[in-house]
């Protein structure tokens, strides 16, 4: 056991997304200690590999966050009662680029940003894909953009900052390794 325990929490704001307390712990020591915390629903992504084995759909999309438009895998909440990980990744696959996948593997589980934030991600890999209609979700999702980048490509992508979103990285680079592998 690491000695670090949760004796207090306190929602202060509770958002469409995430929920935001002030947290009070106590350490080994006995020092107790705040801490802001964003609680989050959890969320999935998919790296949707194109029959080739060697090219893979993305969706350049715009995100509130930062201002601006990143490149990334499709991804999405966890916001679905009882919907599996691997259901909600395909669900994604399909809103999103209108693919439904013949297989899919899971590749990772992380947290995000865990000084602050419980997020945790679950990130699979889909192949055997055949098209199907996509319905965006959501104004971003109607003004994103689709396409087509080779996994030979993701080193200098992520090295020149074409690829900057953490789950896409990590998607991306396991799936190369995992393709690899046969």
């Given at each position: 056991?690491?000695?670090?325990?949760?004796?207090?929490?306190?929602?202060?704001?509770?958002?469409?997304?995430?929920?935001?307390?002030?947290?009070?712990?106590?350490?080994?020591?006995?020092?107790?200690?705040?801490?802001?915390?964003?609680?989050?629903?959890?969320?999935?992504?998919?790296?949707?590999?194109?029959?080739?084995?060697?090219?893979?759909?993305?969706?350049?999309?715009?995100?509130?966050?930062?201002?601006?438009?990143?490149?990334?895998?499709?991804?999405?909440?966890?916001d679905v009662d009882g919907e599996a990980p691997a259901a909600a990744a395909a669900?994604?696959?399909?809103?999103?680029?209108?693919?439904?996948?013949?297989?899919?593997?899971?590749?990772?589980?992380?947290?995000?940003?865990?000084?602050?934030?419980?997020?945790?991600?679950?990130?699979?890999?889909?192949?055997?894909?055949?098209?199907?209609?996509?319905?965006?979700?959501?104004?971003?999702?109607?003004?994103?953009?689709?396409?087509?980048?080779?996994?030979?490509?993701?080193?200098?992508?992520?090295?020149?900052?074409?690829?900057?979103?953490?789950?896409?990285?990590?998607?991306?680079?396991?799936?190369?390794?995992?393709?690899?592998?046969?």
């Amino acid at each position: 056991m690491s000695g670090f325990a949760k004796l207090a929490e306190r929602v202060i704001y509770r958002g469409q997304v995430v929920t935001m307390a002030e947290s009070t712990f106590v350490g080994p020591d006995g020092q107790e200690f705040e801490r802001d915390v964003v609680r989050h629903p959890g969320a999935v992504s998919v790296v949707p590999v194109l029959d080739d084995g060697e090219t893979v759909v993305l969706v350049r999309q715009y995100r509130s966050a930062i201002e601006g438009l990143l490149l990334e895998i499709p991804a999405g909440k966890l916001d679905v009662d009882g919907e599996a990980p691997a259901a909600a990744a395909a669900r994604e696959l399909e809103e999103e680029v209108g693919y439904r996948a013949g297989r899919l593997e899971r590749l990772a589980e992380f947290y995000n940003s865990p000084g602050f934030c419980d997020e945790h991600s679950v990130v699979f890999v889909a192949s055997d894909l055949e098209p199907c209609p996509s319905s965006a979700q959501g104004v971003e999702e109607r003004h994103l953009a689709v396409e087509h980048v080779a996994l030979a490509e993701v080193p200098a992508m992520v090295a020149d900052g074409r690829l900057a979103d953490a789950k896409t990285i990590i998607g991306l680079t396991l799936a190369r390794e995992r393709l690899s592998r046969g």
